[in-house]
Every structure is written in C-alpha cells, then in structure tokens.
T-cell receptor, first 114, second 112 residues
Framework: NAGVTQTPKFQVLKTGQSMTLQCAQD?????MSWYRQDPGMGLRLIHY???????DQGEVPNGYNVSRSTTEDFPLRLLSAAPSQTSVYFC?????????????FGPGTRLTVL | KNQVEQSPQSLIILEGKNCTLQ??????????LRWYKQDTGRGPVSLTI?????NTKSNGRYTATLDADTKQSSLHITASQLSDSASYIC???????????FGTGTQLKVEL
C-alpha cells in the first residue's frame, strides 16, 4: 500500500492564482481531512469528509474548497491564493471518524504564495 | 478555549539517554489523547492513543502516560537513538470524536 499520497510536494503561486492540491489514499478509508501547519502553531483542520459525497468545514475553511467524488481522492482547491495561505498542507485519512481510529498523514505540500 | 500546551519547546540529549516530554491540556469533553512523531519534512506518524480509562501505553521505546484528573500526559523515550530526532506532537480529541486539538510540539534532537 502507498498509504496517503499528496502532490505536488512544493508549489509557488502568485497572489490571486488558483490551484488544486491532490490527496489520495489506497487503504479504503472513509474519513479524510486536510490540515495546515504554520510555524509556532498546531495543525489546524481546514475541511474533512466522512465518506464519498460528504464534506464539512473545519476550523479554518475560508479560501478553500473540497469535494469527495470517490473514496480514494480528496482534493483541496485554493480559489484565489493569498500570502496568508503560505503554509504546509497535510492530508490525513482514517478508517472511520471513530474516536480511537489511527489517522495516517501524507507527506505534505509546502505552498508559498507571493 | 480548548488548548494543548507542550513543554519543553525544544530539547537536546545525548544518544542513549532517556527523556520525558510533557503535555497539559484544557480540552473538554475529553475523548482520547494521542502522541505523534513528525520527522522534518514528513507528515506526523501516530505513536500512541490513550482513552480516558488508560493511564499508560507503550510502543517500543516510547511510553505515554495519562492523568485525566490533572489533565496531563507525558511521553517517555528510553535509550534514545539518533533517529528519534523529530518533533513530538500531543493531540487531544474531544468527546465528539472528530475535533482534534494539536499542540505545537517539542523539537527533540539526539546527538552523539
């Protein structure tokens, strides 16, 4: 199993550009989520999904969209990039949203917005 | 406000030595507490998950403890190795199950 994969690994955008961060998992996990990690702060939840066709907002959803058309894929879209969105983005998945399910994280995408 | 505070912020130890990392939380209602290891440039990897009724859990040389009364947890690393150099993140999950509050991590460096 490849686990959770993310592409690209690095990305530089100009203010106002849009892009999609890709996330895929091959573990047949129902629950997937996106986090951002900023210096001096803990990971913060952007959006999450409890299954195909179902998404919901996390703690910091503004400026991001998600969709979940398949169990495997959970892309994160930046609609109009802003410098405040410079961060490292992690996708994670777990078998369910059960309280004790282990979450598996991808390797991250480092995004810089100029 | 739900918070997770970790100490120390950073730590340097010699290879072979033991160390203990601390985590205090104010998250409520409590569901479970997790410790993750994050290598530089990588995603976090789960080390332990402890529910309210568990006060200790081990994973190899890593042993986590939980005192739900005082809302404190610790992660003890025994006989440290160079590969233990990483950030260790404490995460507390609320009773709802899908709300995770992350600490900012303790940066551990193991030197020869």
């Amino acid at each position: 199993n490849a686990g959770v994969t993310q592409t690209p690994k690095f990305q530089v955008l100009k203010t106002g550009q849009s892009m999609t961060l890709q996330c895929a998992q091959d573990m047949n996990h129902e629950y997937m989520s996106w986090y951002r990690q900023d210096p001096g702060m803990g990971l913060r939840l952007i959006h999450y999904s409890v299954g195909a066709g179902i998404t919901d907002q996390g703690e910091v959803p503004n400026g991001y969209n998600v969709s979940r058309s398949t169990t495997e894929d959970f892309p994160l879209r930046l609609l109009s990039a802003a410098p405040s969105q410079t961060s490292v983005y992690f996708c994670a998945s777990s078998y369910s949203d059960s309280k004790t399910d282990t979450q598996y994280f991808g390797p991250g995408t480092r995004l810089t917005v100029l | 406000k739900n918070q997770v505070e970790q100490s120390p912020q950073s730590l340097i130890i010699l290879e072979g030595k033991n160390c203990t990392l601390q985590c205090n939380y104010t998250v409520s209602p409590f569901s479970n507490l997790r410790w993750y290891k994050q290598d530089t440039g990588r995603g976090p990897v789960s080390l332990t998950i402890m529910t309210f009724s568990e006060n200790t859990k081990s994973n190899g040389r890593y042993t986590a403890t939980l005192d739900a009364d005082t809302k404190q947890s610790s992660l003890h690393i025994t006989a440290s190795q160079l590969s233990d150099s990483a950030s260790y993140i404490c995460v507390v999950v609320t009773g709802g199950g899908n709300k995770l509050t992350f600490g900012t991590g303790t940066q551990l460096k193991v030197e020869l």
